[in-house]
């Protein structure tokens, strides 16, 4: 008989999970909460315009192609590789940066503020490419027993790393480079971590080179929610189970096993192995009701920040807009500094604009344009009130005009407004955190919360909040771990 995987959750690293088991021979159930797949990476459709609501872009292409093989499938959708990466423009200035991947190219972009730029970028990357490479596949795609295994682990890594444990991105970048424009813009990345460079650590400096030089950035064709329509088409003519609209608050248990999970109406859905892809710490605390993971434990540990993201139809075509494009202010180290908690920052935000309908055309009526904005907010720990959210959403499409040199707001045909309430209240992201758990370094690897359950043999972890961590290409490992843990403790057959 088949073993049963019953997945709690149908964000990326449950369904790659779902698909990978599945296609070993386990029968597979979902259960989510919302009424449509994704979790984040979600879509909106409304008056004629569509919009992804979390992901518009990845890096590490390589790993769903390596996934999909896994799963012995074609990939089930196509890439549009991006390049130029994104565009950056400083408040007050009407230069557009353009990120390309050619490093000639992206030099010949900061010619006048750092004019040996491409000699230092190509040091600053040899740097990136070495940490990625001694990391990668020793900490970010391994499992870890214990403690004592992901310590023993590390001892693996080049001691010449070490110092980069001690220093933050800022720091980090600050001694490659001297233009602040330049040292703004290489930094960004550490935001897509979910925190700023000023608390990131220097290791992660290893993304610059995965989006750079390894791989680049990608688009999907169609618009990012084709990849969970591709891999819910592929489940479903498996043969896999979808429960929607149902979310699990209670477990029923058996000395060290699970034998049911509970719904918020009193439903029971009994199985023999059980994986949880909502957030891993939150499933522990709110669900299993564990002490270790209590309201004042989560309150304690260190969460991303959270964002408020828009989604606007314009009834025109703004050719001055790319694809993906940032809006930086003035005062970044003060901005960076104070985002996370302080409320004030959205005086003056900063935000990113990524325009869908640019590679997707599909996405909006003839000679519109889907607007997506993205701004950093704090988290529901430090902005409880959101009733001021449209004066923001309003400074904001205020500002963006200023910049584009076009009122857009006369031409809005539709707008959608995801405070983190609305974020923690579709996905359980605690306090509306986008990314989950932070990546500082007591939270990540064996000291983030495992991808097995501490207490029952038949429950596994799987996403953002457990190992390795956020993003689409960290989900799709994530599942790679949790489901090599499964397929060892319980074979399909
Ligand atoms: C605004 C935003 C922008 C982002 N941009 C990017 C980007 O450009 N590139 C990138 O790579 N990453 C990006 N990310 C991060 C990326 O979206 C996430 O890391 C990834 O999608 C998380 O996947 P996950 O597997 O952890 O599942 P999640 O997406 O968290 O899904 C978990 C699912 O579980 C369900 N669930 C939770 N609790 C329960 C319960 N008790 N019962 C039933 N169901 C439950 C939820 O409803 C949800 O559907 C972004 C995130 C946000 C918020």
Redesign the pocket.
């Known amino acids: 008989m088949k073993q049963k995987v019953t997945i709690?959750?149908?964000?990326?690293?449950?369904l790659a999970s779902g698909l990978w088991l599945i296609k070993q021979g386990y029968e597979v159930e979902f259960?989510?909460?919302?009424d449509k797949p994704?979790?984040?990476?979600n879509q909106i459709k409304k008056d004629g315009f569509t919009f992804d609501t979390?992901?518009?872009?990845?890096s590490m292409s390589y790993v769903f192609k390596e996934f999909m093989e896994k799963c012995n499938m074609e990939l089930p959708f196509k890439f549009v590789e991006l390049d130029p990466l994104y565009s950056v423009n400083f408040r007050g200035s009407n230069k557009t940066y353009h990120l390309y991947k050619d490093i000639k190219k992206l030099a010949a972009q900061f010619q006048e503020q750092e004019p040996d730029f491409e000699e230092k970028m190509r040091t600053y990357l040899k740097k990136s490419k070495a940490l990625f490479e001694d990391t990668f596949d020793i900490v970010i795609r391994s499992n870890f027993e214990n403690l004592f295994d992901y310590c023993t682990s590390l001892l693996r890594v080049n001691p010449k790393h070490l110092p980069v444990l001690f220093k933050t991105f800022w720091q980090h970048v600050n001694s490659y480079f001297t233009s602040s424009e330049v040292r703004q813009i290489i930094s960004l990345v550490a935001f897509f971590l979910g925190r700023t460079p000023f608390d990131t650590m220097a290791i992660y400096s290893l993304l610059s080179y995965t989006e750079f030089q390894h791989d680049g950035y990608y688009n999907v064709e169609g618009g990012m929610y084709t990849i969970v329509n591709s891999i819910v088409d592929e489940l479903i003519k498996c043969g896999a189970q979808f429960t929607y609209n149902?979310?699990?608050?209670d477990v029923e248990r058996e000395a060290k096993q699970i034998t049911a999970v509970v719904d918020s109406k009193g439903n029971r859905y009994s199985g023999a192995i059980f994986l949880s892809?909502?957030?891993a710490a939150l499933f522990r605390g709110r669900?299993l009701k564990r002490a270790k993971y209590d309201e004042a434990h989560l309150a304690k540990m260190e969460w991303t920040m959270g964002?408020l993201?828009f989604y606007i139809g314009v009834n025109e075509k703004l050719p001055q807009l790319n694809l993906h494009n940032y809006y930086l202010g003035t005062n970044y180290e003060e901005y960076a500094l104070n985002v996370l908690k302080d409320p004030d920052t959205l005086q003056k935000p900063y935000y990113y604009v990524n325009a869908i309908s640019k590679c997707n055309p599909d996405c909006a009526p003839e000679g519109c344009e889907s607007l997506f904005f993205?701004c950093p907010v704090p988290n529901g720990q430090y902005k409880k009130d959101w009733s001021d959210r449209d004066q923001i959403v309003d400074s904001i499409l205020t500002d963006f005009s200023e910049r584009i040199g076009v009122d857009i707001f006369p031409k809005i045909a539709t707008r959608t407004v995801y405070t983190p309430q609305e974020?923690e209240a579709?996905?359980?992201l605690y306090k509306g955190s986008?990314?989950?758990l932070s990546h500082k370094m007591m939270q990540i690897g064996g000291f983030r919360p495992a991808n097995f359950d501490e207490e029952f043999k038949n429950l596994f972890y799987?996403?953002?909040s457990t190992i390795p961590g956020?993003?689409?290409?960290?989900?799709i490992i994530?599942a790679e771990l949790a489901t090599q843990r499964i397929a060892k403790a319980f074979p399909a057959y």
């Open positions: 709690i959750g149908t964000g990326l690293g449950g259960i989510e909460k919302n994704g979790g984040r990476l979390g992901p518009s872009f990845f149902t979310e699990i608050v892809n909502a957030d669900v964002y993201t993205v974020w579709k996905f359980n986008g990314l989950g799987v996403g953002a956020a993003s689409l290409p960290m989900a994530s």
